[in-house]
């Protein structure tokens, strides 16, 4: 099970950090990645960290976003950075067994979301 925090309204310029929760598994042996569901838009992925601590982002995020796992916690983060209107929507963590993190399509256990505002 996979359970998101953190989402919350803030202006542009803003910061916030999401967190992503994971029972009934280790999430340190899980491809790891944040969704996010902008409006009028499919689901897009933004962030993935891989086995090794590396990371893969979408160009829209790159600069601004951080993914990172904290093994102790069996959580994985999402800081964001000058966050955007354009950021607002639906974001959700999700977990695939694979080897190729960075391939979006594999996911396949997702949390229920949670929602980030930003506004102008």
């Known amino acids: 099970q996979l359970v998101e925090s953190g989402g919350e309204s803030v202006q542009a310029g803003g910061s916030m950090t999401l967190s992503c929760a994971a029972s009934?598994?280790?999430?340190?042996?899980?491809?790891m990645g944040w969704f996010r569901q902008i409006p009028g838009k499919e689901r897009e992925g933004v962030a993935a960290?891989?086995?090794?601590?590396?990371?893969t982002y979408a160009d829209s995020v790159k600069g601004r976003f951080t993914i990172s796992r904290d093994s102790a916690k069996n959580t994985v983060f999402l800081e964001m950075y000058g966050l955007e209107p354009g950021d607002t929507g639906m974001y959700y963590c999700?977990?695939?067994?694979?080897?190729?993190?960075?391939?979006?399509?594999?996911?396949?256990?997702w949390g229920q979301g949670t929602q980030v505002t930003v506004s102008s």
């Open positions: 009934g598994y280790t999430a340190d042996k899980y491809c």
């Open positions: 960290v891989n086995y090794d601590g590396s990371a």
């Open positions: 999700a977990a695939h067994s694979g080897t190729l993190c960075s391939d979006w399509t594999r996911y396949r256990t």
